[in-house]
């Protein structure tokens, strides 16, 4: 799994209209839209929600410790949404207890390995990875105009891949898998065929010649090449660092989507709030 950097994180908060203003351009849907499209909710119910409900960020100091505005750009999603977050004035476990003394109702914190939303008030909890899996899903499905009866392409098959093949296979998306270790697709392959039509390509060259709806879970530079990118592909990136270079997110245009932190973070904010939201 990688680790952000601050260089990743620079300009997220300040540019979070614009990113906003680009999701509707590229799939008709904002950000929370995308998020509550994810989890099958009604955006409107959420918004009531998620104004009344308070969270901290808690910065994690193990591992390799804080990442400079790691939780302020974490705070700066959430009060986008119209969540009322703020970065706890105290770190790790002084942060979970401040938190409780306070009465708020959900924290959101990362360490170098997991990072995970906890909602205080009814002890749901929700993950990165899976969030950022199921929400670049249902914003490659809104660029796609629809995941019934689609060939998707999957590449990576960790996380946030699994989560994202789950999704689309909810909605009757047909599946192949890509992973540059074969026993990882063979893996997911065991995990997902119970749920519905899942294929394992041989290679990524093969793969993307019979693919045009792409999902890129891959933790790697250049897992989709330039030299394989085609004027009718569209591609959701939820990988960090993003597998398609920037030339090729050039090229691809409004066709692409990519980000670090913003739709994983929508994700786990409407994760959290879900019970309490009425269904699309
Ligand atoms: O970047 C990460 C991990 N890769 C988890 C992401 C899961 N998709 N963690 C951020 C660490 C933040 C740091 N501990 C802080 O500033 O609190």
Same mark, same amino acid.
């Given at each position: 799994? !990688? ?7 620079? *300009? ?11 999701? &509707? ?6 950000? /929370? ?8 909710? $009604? ?5 009531? #929600?998620?104004?009344?409900?308070? &969270?901290?960020?808690?910065? %994690? !100091?193990?591992? #390799?410790?804080?990442?400079?505005? =790691?939780?302020? !750009? ?9 969540? #009322?977050?703020? %970065? ?14 306070? *009465?708020?109702?959900?924290? /959101? ?5 997991? =990072? ?9 909890? %929700? +993950?990165?990875?899976?969030? !950022? ?6 914003? /490659?499905?809104?660029?796609? *105009? ?5 060939? =998707? @392409?999957?590449?990576?098959? +960790?996380? %946030? ?33 119970? &749920? ?6 041989? $290679?990524?060259?093969?793969?993307l010649?019979?693919h045009s709806l792409i ?9 989709i090449?330039?030299?394989l990118l085609d004027a009718n592909m569209r591609i ?6 993003? +597998?398609?270079?920037?030339?090729g997110?050039?090229y691809l245009?409004?066709r692409v989507?990519?980000?670090? @932190?913003? @739709? ?6 409407? *994760? /959290? ?8």
């Amino acid at each position: 799994m !990688t680790r952000l950097v601050s260089g990743d994180i620079k *300009g997220i908060s300040a540019g979070l209209p614009a990113y906003d203003q680009r999701l &509707v351009f590229r799939t008709g849907m904002g950000l /929370l839209g995308i998020a509550c499209h994810g989890h099958g909710v $009604s955006d409107v119910s959420m918004r009531e #929600q998620m104004a009344s409900f308070t &969270v901290h960020v808690v910065p %994690v !100091t193990a591992g #390799q410790g804080i990442i400079s505005q =790691f939780s302020a !750009t974490v705070a700066a999603i959430l009060n986008f949404l119209g969540i #009322q977050a703020r %970065v706890s004035p105290q770190t790790d476990n002084a942060g979970i207890d401040l938190a409780c003394k306070e *009465g708020v109702d959900g924290i /959101l914190m990362a360490d170098d390995h997991q =990072f995970v939303g906890l909602n205080l008030r009814n002890r749901k909890v %929700v +993950g990165n990875s899976e969030e !950022t899996g199921r929400v670049f899903a249902a914003a /490659l499905g809104l660029m796609a *105009g629809g995941i019934s009866a689609e060939e =998707f @392409l999957v590449v990576g098959c +960790g996380p %946030v891949g699994e989560a994202a093949a789950k999704r689309l296979m909810s909605e009757g998306g047909r599946i192949t898998l890509f992973d540059i270790d074969p026993a990882a697709s063979e893996r997911l392959h065991k995990r997902l065929s119970p &749920v519905g039509q899942v294929c394992i390509a041989g $290679s990524i060259d093969e793969a993307l010649a019979h693919h045009s709806l792409i999902l890129d879970a891959s933790p790697a530079a250049n897992a989709i090449p330039d030299r394989l990118l085609d004027a009718n592909m569209r591609i959701a990136a939820p990988g960090v660092p993003s +597998g398609i270079s920037d030339m090729g997110i050039e090229y691809l245009q409004e066709r692409v989507i990519h980000d670090k @932190l913003e @739709l994983g973070v929508a994700g786990m904010a409407v *994760g /959290l709030l879900i019970e309490s939201a009425s269904r699309e």
